[in-house]
């Protein structure tokens, strides 16, 4: 299988509630690299650009204006098969419908409020990471 990359983004619900350090070591322990970490505040213009393919949709003004309300974390996680095994680890968008022992499912209180972020594929991943990282930002080759 492929080393991939995956952005995660740990959201303003998850700061609020001090779960950095915990959803942080849960990662880790399912075997992800940490390879870029930030703690930035999203604009209402970078979170809707962020976010820019549900600009149609009806919850797309919610979303804004929650990832926007607070801190958020940006990593970028390395490992093989990135993508699927951190969608698998955070479970299902709608934490009522997430498997049970995921981070959604332990910690979201709701499909707005779902505390963290996943790439969907590798191309969107490269796309979601260069919108937070430069390249140079990526430390590659630590142990
Ligand atoms: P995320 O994986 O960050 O990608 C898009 C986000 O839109 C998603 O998590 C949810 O937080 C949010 N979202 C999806 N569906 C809804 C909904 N019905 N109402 C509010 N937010 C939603």
Known sequence: MAVERTLAILKPDCVRKNLIGEVTRRIQEAGFKIVAMKLTRLTQDTAGGFYAVHRERPFFGELVDFMSSGA????VLEKE???ADYRTLIGATNPAQAAEGTIRRLFADSVGENIVHGSDSTENAKIEIAYFF???DIVANIA
């Open 72 to 75: 958020c974390v940006p990593i």
């Open 81 to 83: 098969n990135a993508v």
């Open 134 to 136: 430069a390249e140079s």
